[in-house]
């Protein structure tokens, strides 16, 4: 059975930072090239970035909104897959999905950026 | 940036009536490899996106098949034959050929 199980999410003042991440099972991790994908509190789905598999280099790529301010990383050995969050904004304010081609999605972490 | 557009954003329906969702992109997603990276996202009131089609026109695995794609281009439909209650939620276009985009939703609701 395939699992995405985000965590990490919460309450963090503007200007600090955050980690989050997603455990993966049941499928290959290996093979997936994993994506963030976020949505703010009744809006649409914003796409945030993707890191490749290594295979294909591992390179990330970032949505323009968090470019210089988050990255995304990914431990093999651990089928895990993470999101560092900086310099954090109140529009940074979703619920942060990870998913694996589009294919499988987590059920999502909170993340609030409020003094 | 590829730009994602889609019509109606909202669509209340009758079940068991057709319904009919059009998407636009701002350019062409046929990939270098040949492929067209045209996804079809359902999100039902409070859970997790789902992806119901991809390449335009392929249902994932345990899509009803009232659910079709078509399309080309720049031009996508996402079609369900029947409308059921369990359809109820907000339909995203997605493209992957140039890294990922959204479209802004389509809000399906029973009349």
């Known amino acids: 059975e395939v699992q995405v199980v985000e965590s990490g999410g919460g309450l963090v003042k503007p200007g600090g930072s955050l980690r989050l991440s997603c455990a993966a099972s049941?499928?290959?991790?290996?093979?997936?090239?994993m994506n963030w994908v976020r949505q703010a509190p009744g809006k649409g789905l914003e796409w945030v970035g993707r890191?490749?598999?290594?295979?294909?280099?591992?390179?990330?790529d970032y949505a323009a909104p968090v470019k210089g301010r988050f990255t995304i990383s990914r431990d093999e050995s651990k089928n895990t897959l993470y999101l560092e969050m900086n310099s954090l904004k109140t529009e940074d304010t979703a619920v942060y999905y990870c998913t694996a081609w589009a294919t499988y999605w987590g059920q999502g972490t909170l993340v609030t950026v409020s003094s | 940036d590829v730009v994602m557009t889609q019509s109606p954003l909202s669509l209340p329906v009758t079940l068991g009536q057709p319904a009919s969702i059009s998407c636009r992109s701002s350019?062409?997603?046929?990939?270098?490899?040949?492929?067209?990276?045209l996804n079809w996202i359902q999100q039902r009131p409070g859970q997790s996106p789902r992806r119901l089609i991809y390449?335009?026109?392929n249902r994932e695995s345990g899509v009803p098949d009232r659910f079709s794609g078509s399309g080309s281009g720049t031009d996508f439909t996402l079609k369900i034959s029947r409308v059921e209650a369990e359809d109820v939620g907000v339909y995203y276009c997605m493209q992957g050929t140039h890294l990922f985009t959204f479209g802004p939703g389509t809000k399906v609701d029973i009349k």
């Open positions: 049941g499928f290959t991790f290996t093979n997936a090239w």
């Open positions: 890191i490749k598999r290594k295979i294909d280099g591992g390179t990330t």
């Open positions: 390449k335009i026109s």
């Open positions: 350019q062409s997603l046929v990939h270098s490899d040949g492929n067209t990276y």
